[in-house]
């Protein structure tokens, strides 16, 4: 089934899952799937709950329905995010799934606390569900059906090797233990005079906002602006150092904006030695290199630095010391030496751990001084606190 929906939908392109387009198709794709299986899903667990008046079946219809609207969302995202930019929106209009997302998360939580509400009503006035075999059936077949969208999730997310897939395949796995609980409910409810609908229903309306709370985390963080993906920042920085004319990167910032779309800047060191002409041309080259190599339009800075002078290179390795022996996780950039008579100043950038605050840095200061001194009197530090950019 999974095979043939692919080879229909795809064709021949099936197999070249590394261009853009094939995997904007599959998740197009999926999206689909996940829209049409969920609405079904839903109007069939509704239908079973008003038969019922079970409160847990009715929330559980919910609960596919929300799945339903995310489907929705990544359709939009997929085809907003091949939107072309114009003249007011010159970074396109990739954000706009996020905007999106969190506004379905928003509908998703206040409809889980109705049910959380409503439920706890049944708890306290419990109301007789009338069971059915039929309704008990149908309930069995919503499992299977969630359990191949579960598989289907898998067999295209390995494929295209996509984390939003596979999440939606824990998703549907979470789905199918959820309709099983409201199952086991409905009938233990025949043997029982306990609140067993209102109890479960409670369950499934937590699983319900607890969705839409995850659903607006992944929104929100991107629109807040957040740490560069860990594989994309390797990617950019081995791809930049692999000139050979740049000899280190610090400060990497990535800007997103929407998926598969971001700029990003950081600083190259190059030989303060170079001519300038010739290193622009390689800081080009590297630009257009991240480009083609990630897809990440990039504006590149260039330090220079001093390379091959002993004494300079000793100066460093002994700061470098002093910060470990302050705390192993501080790195130090844009090393520079401004020599005098009776001091040395020692200019350079130190990258704290998030969690110093600003005494914590000002003593910092303090101690990398007092550090640095007690090597040799005539040191003096002029340093650039800064916080981490990337994870
Ligand atoms: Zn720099
Ligand atoms: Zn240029």
């Known amino acids: 089934m999974t095979e043939l929906l692919i080879r229909r939908f795809l064709g021949d392109d099936r197999d070249r899952t590394s261009d853009a387009r094939v995997r904007e198709r599959y998740g197009i794709l999926s999206g689909c799937v ?35 609207l995310s489907s929705f969302i990544s359709i939009v995202g997929f085809k907003l995010t091949g939107r072309a930019p114009d003249e007011q929106h010159p970074f396109g209009y990739g954000r706009t799934e996020y905007i999106a997302g969190l506004i379905v998360s928003l509908i998703i939580c ?9 439920s706890f009503t049944r708890i306290l006035h ?43 395949m824990q998703d549907s796995i979470n789905d199918v233990v959820t309709t099983g609980v409201v199952l086991i409910g409905m009938v233990a409810g025949q043997f029982t005079t306990l609140p067993v609908d209102g109890v479960v229903g409670v369950l499934v309306a937590l699983f319900i906002i607890w969705a839409g709370i995850g659903i607006a985390r992944d929104t ?16 950019i920085a081995d791809t930049v150092l692999q000139s050979p004319g740049i000899l280190g990167i610090h400060d990497l910032i990535v800007h997103n904006y929407g998926v598969g779309k971001s700029l990003a800047s950081l600083h190259a060191e190059v030989p303060d030695t170079a001519d300038i002409v010739a290193v622009h041309e390689l800081i080009d080259e590297a630009e257009r290199a991240v480009w083609e190599q990630t897809g ?10 001093r390379v091959g002078d002993p004494r300079i290179d000793a100066m460093r390795e002994t700061t470098l010391n002093v910060l470990a022996k302050i705390d192993p996780e501080l790195t130090m950039h844009d090393f520079r030496v401004v020599e005098g008579e009776r001091r040395i100043n020692l200019i350079f950038d130190v990258v704290a751990p998030f969690g110093y605050s600003e005494e914590k840095k000002e003593d910092l200061k303090t101690r990398i001084q007092i550090g640095l001194k007690a090597r040799d009197k005539r040191y003096c530090p002029v340093i650039t606190m800064e916080h981490k950019m990337t994870l």
């Open 126 to 168: 419990p109301e007789p569900v009338a069971f059915s075999v039929v309704s008990a059936v149908v309930l069995l077949l919503t499992m299977l059906v969630k359990l191949w969208m579960g598989s289907f999730n898998r067999t295209v997310g390995t494929r295209i090797d996509s984390p939003t897939l596979l999440a939606a």
């Open 34 to 68: 996940g829209l049409f299986c969920n609405f079904l899903l839903f109007a069939a667990k509704l239908i079973i709950g008003f038969a019922t008046g079970a409160i847990s079946v009715a929330a559980d219809a919910v609960n596919n329905l929300s799945d339903g």
């Open 220 to 235: 929100l963080s991107p629109l807040i602006g957040q740490a560069a993906d860990p594989e994309i920042a390797q990617a």
């Open 110 to 118: 206040v409809v889980g606390v109705q049910f959380l509400q409503t």
């Open 296 to 305: 990440v339009y990039t504006v590149i800075h260039m330090d220079p630095v």
